[in-house]
């Protein structure tokens, strides 16, 4: 039996309470949100944010981000990967860029570890949107992992000169390691998207 | 290693750019895709199953009451979720929301003139049996006008949101109402290609409607399925 696949639709402007509805403050548990972490997982901890923006630079306001990531040794925590994760460490983060005064997503997490020999650390990133009748899958790389980045197999489809806007720039502040990324949808530095 | 997920069906999928709706025109990716060989972070995904959902969470019709019923045509929705080899998507989480009876979302930026209903939340989860099968008691939403083009009406719909066994499954789709004269007119359903989109529209089934309390509606949804291993020479 063959089936087709159900069509997708925007999530439109109005996702918040039904998926990111403790960020916006409605009164309904969340599965996800910005923080991934507590004080048992082991790694680095990071900061990643930035901002989503639009064919005229301007940050959209109804967005939502959703990241995937591996743990501090590459593992995720999912049955297909037969190694074991840190405890409760669930590698999935969601953030709505409505309720931050510059639109910005920002997730607390840690640093993944590789997932597998060859493959550099990094994040899968969902990006849903009104005006969006498709999500889009992109990745978010690091800065201070050059080496590792110029030998990904994944980094290695991209056209070299589109390859930055994978990296995330890693700056050192006074309250943590945070790594910053625009997400462009349209113009010169527009975004890499995958169709995974 | 793991089969990985068939590719996004692009016969069946709206396109990034529709300029009938008109926000996709700065939104929509203007280079082409990469394509990629899946790896295991995109095989993988977020595991979240009962111990997420709480006892009210897929009675929509009760998880928001204050002092009384909400207000509307209560609903029952229920369906399946398949893979494309017709297989039961088991324990996935399936999310939705709504407006209400009136057509108004209780969003804080949902400006519409229509009344808010105090007993409605509009929000709701729950997660598929062993069938794949999912099931919501709700109100059936109202349409309401949106500022895409003079007189613009969304069609009623729920949104549902599914992440399926992996990313590469993630869908987020809307459910619509057999019949509904505002489907030819909707930018965002006619976004759909022509030979895909009765897959959006769900059935009334008299055998799901529950007499002396609510009509019912069928919406199977059908994720990706896994590519067949190929045979070692």
Not at chain 2, 35 to 60: C, F, I, N, R, W
Request: net charge negative; proline share 8%.
């Amino acid at each position: 039996m063959t089936l087709k696949q159900t069509p997708s639709q925007t999530v439109g402007p109005y996702f918040a309470y039904g998926l990111t509805a403790g960020q916006y403050g409605y009164n309904f548990s969340q599965i996800a949100g910005s923080e991934l972490t507590d004080e048992d997982t082991e790694g680095e901890r990071i900061r990643i944010e930035g901002r989503v923006l639009d064919g005229e630079g301007a940050p959209i306001s109804d967005a939502m981000i959703e990241i995937w990531q591996a743990d501090a040794d590459g593992r995720f925590a999912h049955p297909d990967d037969p190694r074991r994760p840190n405890a409760r460490f669930t590698g999935f983060g969601r953030c709505g860029t409505g309720t931050d005064p510059q639109n910005r997503f920002f997730f607390d997490t840690i640093k993944p570890g590789a997932p597998a020999e060859g493959e550099a650390p990094h994040f899968n990133m969902i990006v849903l949107a009104r005006g969006m009748l498709v999500h889009a899958y992109t990745r978010i790389y690091f800065s201070d992992e050059a080496e590792a980045n110029a030998a990904d197999p994944v980094m290695q489809l991209v056209p070299e000169e589109r390859r930055g806007t994978l990296i995330a720039e890693r700056v050192e502040t006074p309250t943590g390691v945070r790594y910053r990324i625009d997400i462009h949808m349209q113009g010169d530095a527009e975004t890499v998207f995958f169709d995974v | 290693m793991t089969d990985q997920y068939r590719p996004r069906d692009w016969d069946s999928h709206p396109p990034y750019l529709h300029a009938g709706y008109k926000s996709t025109v700065l939104r929509s990716p203007t280079k082409p895709l990469i394509p990629m060989k899946q790896t295991l972070s995109e095989m993988t995904g977020p595991v979240y199953g009962h111990e997420y959902v709480g006892a009210l969470d897929a009675d929509l019709t009760k998880n928001g009451m204050v002092n009384g019923d909400p207000l509307g045509e209560r609903i029952i929705v229920t369906g399946r979720v398949l893979d494309e080899d017709g297989r039961p998507v088991r324990n996935t989480l399936v999310e939705v929301w709504q407006a209400n009876a009136a057509g108004r979302y209780i969003h804080k930026t949902d400006q519409h003139e229509a009344p808010l209903d105090p007993n409605f939340f509009g929000g709701g989860r729950c997660v598929t049996d062993d069938e794949g099968r999912y099931t919501f008691r709700t109100i059936k939403p109202g349409a309401y006008p949106w500022p895409n083009h003079y007189n613009a009406w969304r069609p009623n719909h729920i949104h549902f949101s599914l992440l399926g066994p992996s990313i590469a499954t993630r869908l987020v789709t809307q459910m619509y109402f057999p019949g509904d004269p505002l489907l030819d007119l909707d930018p965002i359903y006619q976004g759909t290609p022509e030979s895909a989109r009765e897959r959006l529209i769900s059935q009334f089934d008299i055998g799901v409607t529950e007499p002396n309390f609510a009509l019912g509606y069928n919406f199977d949804i059908v994720l990706r399925g896994r590519k067949e291993t190929p045979m070692e020479a």
